[in-house]
Protein backbone atom coordinates (compact mmCIF):
# COMPACT_ATOMS: atom_id res chain seq x y z
CA UNK A 1 0.00 0.00 0.00
CA UNK A 2 1.20 3.47 -1.08
CA UNK A 3 2.01 5.70 1.86
CA UNK A 4 2.91 9.37 2.22
CA UNK A 5 3.44 10.69 5.57
CA UNK A 6 4.28 14.33 6.45
CA UNK A 7 5.62 15.80 9.55
CA UNK A 8 7.42 19.27 10.58
CA UNK A 9 4.67 22.01 10.04
CA UNK A 10 3.93 24.03 12.80
CA UNK A 11 3.32 27.53 14.27
CA UNK A 12 6.30 29.89 13.13
CA UNK A 13 6.54 33.76 13.25
CA UNK A 14 6.93 35.94 9.45
CA UNK A 15 10.80 35.60 8.04
CA UNK A 16 11.48 32.26 9.37
CA UNK A 17 11.98 29.36 8.36
CA UNK A 18 10.63 25.46 8.19
CA UNK A 19 11.37 22.34 7.12
CA UNK A 20 8.83 19.85 6.29
CA UNK A 21 9.65 15.67 5.46
CA UNK A 22 7.52 13.23 3.75
CA UNK A 23 8.34 9.59 4.55
CA UNK A 24 6.78 7.50 1.13
CA UNK A 25 6.12 3.59 1.62
CA UNK A 26 5.10 0.69 -0.62
CA UNK A 27 6.16 1.82 -3.85
CA UNK A 28 9.78 2.55 -5.50
CA UNK A 29 10.74 6.25 -4.37
CA UNK A 30 13.68 6.58 -6.75
CA UNK A 31 11.12 5.60 -9.60
CA UNK A 32 9.17 8.70 -9.20
CA UNK A 33 8.80 12.49 -9.66
CA UNK A 34 7.70 14.06 -6.19
CA UNK A 35 5.82 17.29 -5.86
CA UNK A 36 4.74 19.34 -2.84
CA UNK A 37 0.94 20.96 -3.70
CA UNK A 38 -0.71 23.26 -0.56
CA UNK A 39 -3.64 24.23 0.26
CA UNK A 40 -4.62 27.91 1.93
CA UNK A 41 -7.61 27.12 4.70
CA UNK A 42 -10.69 27.10 2.43
CA UNK A 43 -8.90 27.93 -0.67
CA UNK A 44 -8.18 25.98 -3.24
CA UNK A 45 -4.91 23.68 -4.18
CA UNK A 46 -1.54 25.42 -5.56
CA UNK A 47 1.52 23.64 -6.71
CA UNK A 48 4.35 24.27 -5.14
CA UNK A 49 7.46 22.54 -6.11
CA UNK A 50 8.38 19.28 -8.00
CA UNK A 51 11.29 17.45 -8.16
CA UNK A 52 12.59 14.43 -10.81
CA UNK A 53 13.45 10.99 -9.59
CA UNK A 54 16.86 11.51 -9.27
CA UNK A 55 16.65 14.32 -7.85
CA UNK A 56 18.76 16.13 -10.73
CA UNK A 57 16.43 18.80 -11.74
CA UNK A 58 13.86 21.16 -9.52
CA UNK A 59 11.21 23.39 -10.74
CA UNK A 60 9.12 26.03 -8.73
CA UNK A 61 6.20 28.61 -9.18
CA UNK A 62 6.94 32.31 -8.89
CA UNK A 63 5.19 32.24 -5.60
CA UNK A 64 8.07 30.62 -3.65
CA UNK A 65 10.89 30.25 -6.06
CA UNK A 66 14.33 31.29 -4.46
CA UNK A 67 12.65 30.70 -0.74
CA UNK A 68 11.83 27.03 -0.88
CA UNK A 69 13.58 24.51 -1.76
CA UNK A 70 12.50 20.84 -2.99
CA UNK A 71 15.14 18.08 -2.35
CA UNK A 72 14.83 14.50 -1.31
CA UNK A 73 16.95 11.16 -0.05
CA UNK A 74 16.31 8.27 -1.92
CA UNK A 75 18.40 5.88 0.30
CA UNK A 76 15.85 7.21 3.29
CA UNK A 77 12.39 7.41 1.14
CA UNK A 78 12.46 10.72 2.20
CA UNK A 79 10.76 14.33 0.23
CA UNK A 80 11.91 17.59 1.95
CA UNK A 81 10.41 20.78 1.61
CA UNK A 82 13.48 23.77 3.14
CA UNK A 83 10.73 27.05 3.20
CA UNK A 84 12.84 29.71 4.12
CA UNK A 85 11.71 33.67 4.34
CA UNK A 86 7.89 32.60 5.43
CA UNK A 87 4.91 35.03 4.91
CA UNK A 88 1.31 35.24 5.65
CA UNK A 89 0.43 33.83 2.80
CA UNK A 90 2.30 30.97 2.93
CA UNK A 91 0.14 29.70 5.45
CA UNK A 92 -1.92 26.30 4.39
CA UNK A 93 -1.77 22.49 4.31
CA UNK A 94 0.93 21.38 2.53
CA UNK A 95 0.41 17.75 0.57
CA UNK A 96 3.05 15.85 -0.68
CA UNK A 97 2.09 13.89 -3.62
CA UNK A 98 3.32 11.71 -6.10
CA UNK A 99 3.33 12.13 -9.83
CA UNK A 100 5.12 14.26 -13.00
CA UNK A 101 1.76 15.27 -14.49
CA UNK A 102 -1.64 13.94 -12.26
CA UNK A 103 -0.89 13.25 -8.91
CA UNK A 104 -1.81 9.81 -7.76
CA UNK A 105 -0.88 9.45 -4.72
CA UNK A 106 -1.39 12.09 -1.37
CA UNK A 107 -0.02 11.82 2.39
CA UNK A 108 -2.96 13.14 4.89
CA UNK A 109 -1.29 16.92 4.85
CA UNK A 110 0.59 18.83 7.50
CA UNK A 111 -0.53 22.70 8.46
CA UNK A 112 2.21 25.44 8.40
CA UNK A 113 0.80 28.53 9.77
CA UNK A 114 3.11 31.94 9.67
CA UNK A 115 2.19 34.60 12.24
CA UNK A 116 3.34 36.66 14.83
CA UNK B 1 0.12 31.71 -17.92
CA UNK B 2 -3.49 29.55 -19.09
CA UNK B 3 -6.24 29.74 -16.52
CA UNK B 4 -8.35 27.40 -15.68
CA UNK B 5 -12.27 28.28 -15.00
CA UNK B 6 -14.20 25.72 -13.27
CA UNK B 7 -18.33 26.01 -13.32
CA UNK B 8 -20.43 26.48 -11.68
CA UNK B 9 -18.99 26.77 -7.79
CA UNK B 10 -21.71 25.22 -6.18
CA UNK B 11 -24.02 22.43 -7.65
CA UNK B 12 -26.75 20.95 -5.64
CA UNK B 13 -28.16 17.56 -7.05
CA UNK B 14 -30.26 14.79 -5.76
CA UNK B 15 -29.16 11.44 -5.21
CA UNK B 16 -29.61 8.94 -8.88
CA UNK B 17 -29.10 12.43 -10.49
CA UNK B 18 -26.54 12.94 -13.74
CA UNK B 19 -24.47 15.90 -12.60
CA UNK B 20 -22.14 17.84 -14.99
CA UNK B 21 -18.70 19.77 -14.28
CA UNK B 22 -17.34 22.02 -16.17
CA UNK B 23 -13.57 23.20 -16.36
CA UNK B 24 -12.55 25.69 -19.13
CA UNK B 25 -9.04 26.62 -20.13
CA UNK B 26 -7.78 30.32 -21.25
CA UNK B 27 -6.16 28.70 -24.04
CA UNK B 28 -5.79 24.37 -25.37
CA UNK B 29 -4.42 22.36 -23.11
CA UNK B 30 -4.32 19.45 -25.22
CA UNK B 31 -6.12 16.80 -23.60
CA UNK B 32 -3.69 17.47 -19.69
CA UNK B 33 -5.79 17.72 -17.50
CA UNK B 34 -6.94 15.73 -14.26
CA UNK B 35 -9.53 16.10 -11.85
CA UNK B 36 -9.45 15.25 -7.99
CA UNK B 37 -12.30 14.66 -5.66
CA UNK B 38 -11.80 16.46 -2.05
CA UNK B 39 -13.95 15.50 0.81
CA UNK B 40 -14.09 17.73 3.92
CA UNK B 41 -11.14 17.22 5.91
CA UNK B 42 -9.43 14.89 3.36
CA UNK B 43 -6.77 15.16 0.73
CA UNK B 44 -7.70 15.41 -2.53
CA UNK B 45 -7.85 12.04 -4.36
CA UNK B 46 -7.21 11.21 -8.20
CA UNK B 47 -10.54 10.18 -10.61
CA UNK B 48 -9.10 11.46 -14.12
CA UNK B 49 -6.61 11.89 -15.88
CA UNK B 50 -5.33 12.63 -19.44
CA UNK B 51 -8.57 14.11 -19.51
CA UNK B 52 -10.92 10.80 -19.95
CA UNK B 53 -8.40 7.85 -18.67
CA UNK B 54 -10.11 6.47 -15.04
CA UNK B 55 -8.05 6.40 -12.42
CA UNK B 56 -7.69 2.74 -10.90
CA UNK B 57 -10.17 1.88 -8.52
CA UNK B 58 -12.65 5.03 -9.11
CA UNK B 59 -16.13 3.82 -9.69
CA UNK B 60 -17.15 3.44 -13.22
CA UNK B 61 -19.87 6.46 -12.61
CA UNK B 62 -17.23 8.89 -12.54
CA UNK B 63 -15.77 9.75 -16.54
CA UNK B 64 -14.29 12.94 -18.25
CA UNK B 65 -14.87 14.39 -21.70
CA UNK B 66 -14.07 16.88 -23.46
CA UNK B 67 -10.87 18.62 -26.06
CA UNK B 68 -9.39 21.98 -26.50
CA UNK B 69 -10.28 24.20 -23.68
CA UNK B 70 -13.72 22.66 -22.61
CA UNK B 71 -13.62 19.72 -20.44
CA UNK B 72 -16.37 17.75 -18.07
CA UNK B 73 -16.73 15.13 -15.24
CA UNK B 74 -19.39 13.33 -15.55
CA UNK B 75 -21.19 11.72 -12.77
CA UNK B 76 -24.15 9.45 -14.24
CA UNK B 77 -26.35 8.62 -11.14
CA UNK B 78 -24.85 10.42 -8.50
CA UNK B 79 -24.48 8.32 -4.76
CA UNK B 80 -24.23 10.28 -1.29
CA UNK B 81 -20.77 9.75 -0.96
CA UNK B 82 -19.74 11.72 -3.99
CA UNK B 83 -20.54 14.96 -2.01
CA UNK B 84 -17.34 16.66 -2.28
CA UNK B 85 -15.49 19.92 -4.03
CA UNK B 86 -14.11 18.56 -7.14
CA UNK B 87 -11.25 20.08 -8.62
CA UNK B 88 -9.18 20.50 -12.32
CA UNK B 89 -5.94 20.42 -12.95
CA UNK B 90 -3.87 21.12 -15.93
CA UNK B 91 -0.61 19.48 -16.56
CA UNK B 92 0.38 21.59 -20.13
CA UNK B 93 3.13 24.46 -19.40
CA UNK B 94 3.04 23.89 -16.17
CA UNK B 95 0.67 23.00 -13.16
CA UNK B 96 -2.58 24.99 -12.43
CA UNK B 97 -5.60 23.96 -10.55
CA UNK B 98 -9.12 25.35 -10.74
CA UNK B 99 -10.61 26.75 -7.95
CA UNK B 100 -12.98 23.51 -7.25
CA UNK B 101 -16.78 23.07 -7.94
CA UNK B 102 -18.53 22.13 -4.56
CA UNK B 103 -21.13 19.30 -4.57
CA UNK B 104 -23.80 18.79 -2.29
CA UNK B 105 -27.11 17.14 -2.19
CA UNK B 106 -30.14 18.65 -2.82
Known amino acids: EVQLVESGGGLVQPGRSLKLSCVASGFTFNNYWMTWIRQAPGKGLEWVAS????????YYPDSVKGRFTISRDNAKSTLYLQMNSLRSEDTATYYC?????????WGQGVMVTVSS | DIQMTQSPSLLSASVGDRVTLSCKASQSIYNSLAWYQQKLGEAPKLLIYDANSLQTGIPSRFSGSGSGTDYTLTISSLQPEDVATYFC????????FGAGTKLELK
Open chain 1, 97 to 105: TRGLQWFDY
Open chain 2, 89 to 96: QKYYSGYT
Open chain 1, 51 to 58: ITNTGGST
